[in-house]
């Protein structure tokens, strides 16, 4: 007799605990057969619980405090094990404002909630026909769905031309052409010139919609570019991508999400 296949496993991720406790109840109710593996109530203990349990299928709150369900997909798309088929995402939101649109594709579904039950059955529908017919192209899709949602996302701002950086007592002023690249610290982004950095008090998030997105891209979760300030991209031996820059020693890791920006034209 055949071994049976084990049960697919979900992980919630749903900062209001009622409402993530609803959306597990339905869940069962509706698909029997799915394991309920865990419940997050934010951003980066969904990536942390989602690498540690690895569930099949992954229901992300969009608004999450300290981390958004998007971004943490995106971390999660950079963390996750090649060996491992990457989870089936459905965002859950609250807004129709979302480029609702955009999540109608094969690699991602959306949920609005409080979730309905006849939305929800088409969603499990449509997420069981995937489980049976996954492929090594899954991950590929999401990455490329991911990158497409983000600027949807982010709201146009006036592009920034100075920065004002704190170094000891002294508030220096960084024309934005000089910045060779921004990498995102704790609380903080350091602004990294040819000739030395400095701290801001922001986000990356914050800062990205102020660039000049033919000048600056986005590498890694944590780093921001000046593409004109790359000499060259290379790959190790693990293929891992990284960046050769003109005039600084150090290497930047470009992350899985971004890699498709230095494919050979």
Known sequence: MPAMSPPPR???AEDEALL?????AQLQRLWPGLEIAGIASNGMAAVEQALALQPDVLF????????????????????????????LLVFITAYDDYAIQAFEQAAID???????????????ARLQARLKDRNDQELEQVLAQLRSLAPTLTAPQERLRMIRAAVGNQIRLIPVDDVVYF?????YVNVVTADGEALIRTSLRELIPQLDPDRFWQVHRGTVVQITEVAAAQRDEAGKLSLKLRKRPESLAVSRLFAHLFRQM
Request: no cysteine; charged share 30%; glycine share 4%.
């Open 10 to 12: 979900a992980l919630i």
């Open 20 to 24: 993530a406790d609803a959306l597990s």
């Open 60 to 87: 992300l709150d969009i608004r999450m405090p300290g981390q958004s369900g998007l971004e943490a997909a995106r971390e999660l798309a950079d963390e996750w094990p090649d060996q491992r088929p990457f989870p």
């Open 110 to 124: 959306y949920v609005l909630k409080p979730a309905n039950d006849e939305r929800l059955m088409r969603t499990v």
């Open 183 to 187: 990498e995102a610290t704790d609380k």
